[in-house]
C-alpha cells in the first residue's frame, strides 16, 4: 500500500488447475467441468483454448478486484464510497491485463456495467462491515496432496481469524443464491477448501461462508472432520478418473442443455464438430 493509502491493484491470476509451473491440479471449477462434460475439461484445462468473454462473469472479476483493494485499505478508510470510487481504477487495471476484453462492452454501455458493479457492492455492505476487521489474507492460493497423491489447489476469496484464533473462509458470489435443495455444487467448493485448509492447516475451518451479492443471502457450512475426510475419497475418485483421461487422451463429450452455452461447441463431435489433436497430459515445468 502507497502513503497516500491508495491500495496496490491486485495481481493476475491464472486458473490454479492447469498452473504451468506446478503442474495440473484439481480445483472446484475443473471438478465441475469434467463430471458436466469430459471434453469441455480436457479444452480448457489441458488445450486451453480461450473462451469469449462473458459479461457476468467478468462482472464478477471486477467486483472481487475491488474487494481485493478495499482490504488493502486500512480499516477505517473501508467505507462504501471509497469502495464505489474503486470500481473504475480495478476495471482499467483489468483492461491493462487482459486487453481482449476491450470488446466486450461498447463505449455507450460502460456505466451502466460499472453501475452494476457499484450495486453489488452496496449488497456486500449489507451482509459485512469490513471496517470492523482486518482478514488474514485475501485471495489466497492453497493447494495440498492427499494422501494418495491427489493434487489440489485453488484461490480463497479471504481468509479470516477471530480472536479465539477460529479460521474461517469466505468466498463471494455476484450470482444469486440457489434454491433450497441445489446447494449441492456451491458445498463441494466449500468442502474442498476446508479439506486443503485440514491438511495445509491441521484442522478445519471453523466457518465457510458464500456471500451471494446479487440477491444478499448468505451460506454458511461448518465442517465436519470425518465428514471432510469421506469427502477426499471423492476427490480422489475425480482426479483418479481425470488423470486416467488425461494419460488416454479420451475425453468423451457429454451433451446436455448445457451445450448451448458452450464456447467449444465448434469443436464438439457430438455437435458435428472434430477437437484438436491431443497435445499430451500437461507435466510440471
Not at 474442498?192 to 471453523?206: D, S, V
Not at 448451448?260 to 463431435?269: F, G, I, K, M, V
Request: with cysteine.
Amino acid at each position: 500500500m502507497t502513503a497516500d493509502s491508495t491500495p496496490t491493484p491486485p495481481a493476475s491470476r491464472t486458473d490454479p488447475a492447469v498452473d504451468v509451473a506446478r503442474g495440473p491440479a484439481l480445483s472446484p471449477s475443473r471438478a465441475k467441468d469434467f463430471t458436466l462434460c469430459p471434453l469441455k475439461y480436457r479444452l480448457r484445462a489441458i488445450d486451453r483454448i480461450p473462451e469469449s468473454p462473458d459479461r457476468y462473469l467478468v462482472r464478477g472479476t471486477l467486483v472481487h478486484a475491488v474487494l481485493e483493494s478495499l482490504y488493502g485499505l486500512p480499516s477505517g478508510e473501508r467505507v462504501p464510497e471509497r469502495a464505489a470510487a474503486l470500481v473504475e481504477p480495478a476495471w482499467q487495471h483489468l483492461l491493462a491485463d487482459r486487453p481482449e476484453l476491450s470488446g466486450l462492452l461498447d463505449p455507450a454501455g460502460l456505466p451502466g456495467f460499472l453501475d452494476e458493479a457499484r450495486q453489488l457492492l452496496r449488497v456486500y455492505y449489507r451482509l459485512e462491515d469490513p471496517t470492523a476487521f482486518d482478514p488474514e489474507s485475501c485471495e489466497h492460493l492453497v493447494e495440498t496432496r492427499l494422501p494418495d497423491g491427489s493434487p489440489l489447489r485453488g484461490y480463497i476469496d479471504r481468509v479470516d481469524i477471530d480472536p479465539t484464533g477460529r479460521l474461517r473462509v469466505v468466498d463471494y458470489k455476484t450470482g444469486p443464491a440457489p434454491v433450497p435443495g441445489r446447494e449441492n455444487r456451491a458445498l463441494f467448493q466449500l468442502k474442498f477448501y476446508a479439506a486443503i485448509m485440514l491438511h495445509t492447516r491441521g484442522r478445519a475451518p471453523a466457518q465457510l461462508r458464500l456471500l451471494y451479492l446479487a440477491d444478499g443471502q448468505i451460506l454458511t457450512y461448518t465442517p465436519d472432520e470425518p465428514e471432510l475426510l469421506r469427502f477426499e475419497r471423492i476427490l480422489s475418485a475425480l482426479w483418479t478418473a481425470i488423470s486416467a483421461a488425461g494419460r488416454s487422451g479420451e475425453f468423451p463429450p457429454s451433451p446436455g442443455p448445457w451445450c448451448r452455452y458452450c464456447d467449444y461447441r465448434p469443436l464438439c463431435p457430438a455437435h458435428g464438430g472434430a477437437a484438436p489433436p491431443y497435445p499430451g497430459w500437461p507435466v510440471a515445468a
